[in-house]
T-cell receptor, first 113, second 110 residues
């Protein structure tokens, strides 16, 4: 079984809808991250969390919110989806700070029409 | 904030040719990581460099960290079809997170 899982893997939704992307990990890591990937822009950090009580905004947090329900679960929500949030979303975990490698989930491809 | 740029954005090479991607940071980095993302896949960690001027090799891949610790490169010798994908560098921003480069997408012409 994969160490970092994401659901759903693909989602098409309409403008204005609320949507939640979920991430679970079995690696026992405290740190979890949500990234967004767009062609030519690389991976941009949306939110990150060091534990269930520690949530931090990344460089592009506007329009998104997160919830760290447990050490193993970190959810990303779009309260009112808009077309320019169409992208590939990745969850990642790490066992420490930036000197530690990050482990990525398989990604969620989100399309907002 | 910190910026990490990579060039080129795209690279098409004939199978067997060499390939190089360059990574440049706006700030000095304590370390740099490289990741590979296969088409349709997710980024996977390749290596980390820590020391100024460090060079590391993984089979046909050679990674370098600049003397000033603001740039890095990945060189692939004699590319194979298995090398196809997007290569990202990533540098730390403070002690909390990584800033990923814009990526270089490599395609191989058989």
């Amino acid at each position: 079984d994969a160490d970092v899982t994401q659901t759903p893997r693909n989602r098409i939704t309409k403008t204005g809808k609320r949507i939640m992307l979920e991430c679970s990990q079995t690696k026992g890591h405290d740190r979890m991250y949500w990234y967004r990937q767009d062609p030519g822009l690389g991976l941009r950090l949306i939110y990150y969390s060091f534990d269930v009580k520690d949530i931090n905004k990344g460089e592009i947090s506007d329009g998104y919110s997160v919830s760290r329900q447990a050490q193993a679960k970190f959810s990303l929500s779009l309260e009112s989806a808009i077309p320019n949030q169409t992208a590939l979303y990745f969850c990642a975990t790490s066992n420490g700070g930036p000197r530690y490698e990050q482990y990525f989930g398989p990604g969620t491809r989100l399309t907002v029409t | 904030g910190q910026q990490v740029m990579q060039i080129p954005q795209y690279q098409h090479v004939q199978e067997g040719e060499d390939f190089t991607t360059y990574c440049n940071s706006s700030t000095t980095l304590s370390n740099i990581q490289w990741y590979k993302q296969r088409p349709g896949g997710h980024p996977v960690f390749l290596i980390q460099l820590v020391k100024s001027g460090e060079v590391k090799k993984q089979k046909r891949l050679t990674f370098q960290f600049g003397e000033a610790k603001k740039n890095s490169s990945l060189h692939i010798t004699a590319t194979q079809t298995t090398d196809v994908g997007t290569y990202f560098c990533a540098g730390p921003e403070g002690n909390e997170k990584l800033t990923f480069g814009t990526g270089t997408r490599l395609t191989i012409i058989p």
